[in-house]
């Protein structure tokens, strides 16, 4: 099995900025893409962003020129830079890992969460 942990949620104000942070431990041999959905009050969860073992990123078009992810494979982190943020960037972002992944479901290995509050 696979636990990930994210952190770095927090309220922050409009056009403000966030960096997103998500360690893998356990049985890591079989992430190779790691990637966030969120999900905001109300709404269904929705990919963001993925990135591969080799690099190779993939971002809705929502966040598209505003979020950068990355990952450190040393440390078996993801990363997530969210900048000019947005009121209806609102919600919980949850890391995600497998050994590959369809954009509209993820990999098996899920985080719990961490919560994104963009006020106006």
């Known amino acids: 099995q696979v636990q990930l942990v994210e952190s770095g949620g927090g309220l922050v104000q409009a056009g403000g900025s966030l960096r997103l942070s998500c360690a893998a431990s356990g049985s890591i041999f079989s992430i190779n893409v790691m990637g966030w959905y969120r999900q905001a009050p109300g709404k269904q969860r929705e990919f963001v962003a993925t990135i591969r073992q080799g690099g190779t990123t993939t971002y809705a078009d929502s966040v598209s020129g505003r979020f950068t992810i990355s990952r450190d494979n040393g440390k078996n982190t993801v990363y997530m830079q969210m900048n000019r943020l947005k009121p209806e960037d609102t919600d919980v972002c949850y890391c995600?890992?497998?050994?590959?992944?369809?954009?509209?479901?993820?990999?098996?290995?899920w985080g719990k969460g961490t919560q994104v509050t963009v006020s106006s």
């Open positions: 995600n890992s497998g050994s590959s992944a369809v954009l509209t479901t993820g990999g098996p290995y």
